[in-house]
């Protein structure tokens, strides 16, 4: 809930086309067993970013970045990402002009079929 209290909270203070950017993570499409606790929050944030975008007044945007895990740049691979890969889907969600997107930092597995 922190992070939907930052933008119910903040609204009010942000600039004028301010942009929130919210995180999340790849467990809201790849659950497993092990992810019971966190994959529903994920999904919570994504979804939230997704519906309350059009809402936010002034040209306020919101966005949240997803990513998979953060790898050192030599164990990069599929379904990991760098931290520098990670850096920069915030950056496009900062600098961009999209609203209520997910931007998916996967490692390859954006391209496969949800489970």
Not at 10 to 26: A, E, K, Q, V
Not at 31 to 42: K, R
Not at 44 to 73: K, M
């Amino acid at each position: 809930m922190a992070q939907i209290n930052l933008v119910r909270i903040g609204t009010p203070y942000i600039n004028d086309s301010g942009s929130f950017t919210l995180s999340s993570g790849y467990l809201s499409d790849y659950p497993y067993q092990e992810s019971a606790a966190t994959g529903p929050f994920n999904a919570a944030v994504d979804s939230f970013a997704r519906t309350v975008a059009p809402l936010l007044p002034r040209g306020i945007r919101v966005n949240v970045v997803s990513p998979a895990p953060v790898v050192p740049p030599e164990k990069s691979g599929r379904g990991l990402v760098t931290a520098a890969q990670t850096a920069a889907g915030y950056i496009q969600s900062i600098e961009g002009i999209m609203n209520g997107e997910v931007i998916r930092m996967w490692g390859g597995l954006e391209d496969e079929p949800r489970r």
